[in-house]
Every structure is written in C-alpha cells, then in structure tokens.
C-alpha cells in the first residue's frame, strides 16, 4: 500500500512538473526597446539635481503626464539624479507616445491586398466523374487581423541650467504585444538612461527582465548594438 501511494505521488509530481515549470518562467518578461543616446557628460554635474520643464501640452493633461513623470523620476534617482527646482544644475523635459502599429510578422500577407489574397483567402475546383461534370467550391475565410503591437516610446532631453545647452539626449522605443500602462514606462526610462551619464553613442538593443505582476525591472540584460544592413554595393562596370 506504502509503495502504491508512493508511486502514486511520484506519478502526480511528474505530471504537474511541466505546469509548474510554465508557471515560474511566465511570472517574468523580457522588455526590449531601442534606445539612442547621446551625452556630452563626462560625469554627474555637481550638483546632480534638476528641474523639470513641463510642454505646454503636458500641463494641460495634467493628470494623465503626473503618472508618466513619476516613472521618470525614479529612473532618474537610480542613476544619482535628483529633482530640486530651486538648485538646479540641469533642466529636464520628458516625452512620452503611446499607439500601435502593424504587426510586421504579417506584413507579408496583406502586401498585395486588396488585389492580393490579403486577409481573406479560398479555393475552388471542378472535375469530371461518373455522371458527368461536377463543379465544387470549398472556401475558408480568415476575417479578423493580426493582432497589431503596443507602440510605447519616451524621451529626455536634459540641458545645463546656465548655458541652455543639451548635454544628453534620449530616447527608448518599444514594440510588442504587450503593454502594461503606464508602468511600462518606468521601464523605459530605466532602459533609456542605461550607461548615463557616458552611455554608448548612438543606437543600440537594450533588455531588461521584469516581474509580470509589477513591471519592476529585475535584472538588465547586456545590451547590443542596432543592426545596421550595409547598402548593396554598386555594380562593377
């Protein structure tokens, strides 16, 4: 009986190992955005504060923008930036866009509609048996589209408070099928002031792993340089 149990519990573990496996890996998400930057920082400014230059149109959406610079703000404490609008050495303006875009994984399907097959495709046929002709037609129609993809993507522009000048510029753009607003954008300030204040010039992928149910990053993937394609080269004469 002992043994019968026993096997019965091993059995049972076996069979909910895969569940739980499935489980623990979708409690995280990979986030990937392009990020470009520039700086003409060689450290943080002393000292290392800011003030925060609202647009026009931000202040008069007052309170969607609220939730968008607090996201900025943290990612900006976690690389020694503090807000002071009263000793500030740098001055701060924030962007963020939200929206969608095709899905480029079926581009390829509706390139030729509506002249093409497009979204919707059948089939038809006629042969010739016992009785004479026969004219069949079997069709199947796919109606909705794809599913299109979260666009998302913020910027910062930070100025040095006397001269006016931009010493860093920043932005993060992410596409995919999942979003979680507005925490998303807190990690795409973070991914967006990777490497601050001397990030790599210029383009590049940037990872982060984050917690599915609080969108916190938990670990920063290294990150990779924008794929570039070469132009053709031109023909020999």
């Not at 149109?57 to 309170?63: F, K, R, T």
């Not at 690389?79 to 581009?107: C, H, K, M, T």
Request: glycine share 8%.
């Amino acid at each position: 009986m002992t043994s019968l149990l026993q096997r019965f519990r091993t059995s049972l573990f076996l069979g909910l190992l895969p569940a739980l496996m499935l489980v623990g890996c979708s409690t995280t998400r990979t986030v990937e955005s392009n990020v470009n930057a520039y700086s003409t920082l060689a450290a943080l400014p002393a000292p290392p504060t800011y003030r925060l230059e609202r647009l026009p149109s931000q202040a008069a959406n007052a309170v969607r923008f609220d939730a968008v610079e607090s996201q900025a703000q943290q990612a900006l404490a976690k690389v020694g930036l503090q807000r002071d609008d009263s000793n500030a050495s740098l001055v701060l303006q924030l962007g963020a866009e939200a929206g969608f875009v095709p899905n480029p994984y079926w581009e390829p399907y509706y390139r030729a509609y509506p002249f093409g097959p497009g979204p919707f495709y059948g089939s038809f046929g006629m042969g010739f048996g016992r009785g004479g002709w026969g004219f069949g037609m079997g069709t199947g129609w796919m109606m909705d589209r794809p599913t299109p993809l979260y666009h998302r993507k913020v910027s910062l522009i930070l100025r040095d408070a006397t001269t006016q000048k931009i010493v860093y510029e920043t932005s993060a753009v992410y596409e995919d099928v999942w979003t979680d607003d507005p925490a998303i954008y807190g990690v795409l300030f973070h991914q967006a002031l990777a490497g601050f204040p001397t990030p790599p010039q210029g383009t590049r992928v940037v990872k982060t792993l984050v917690d599915r149910h609080s969108t916190v990053p938990v670990t920063a993937a290294p990150t990779a340089p924008a794929k570039v394609e070469a132009a053709p080269a031109a023909p020999k004469r």
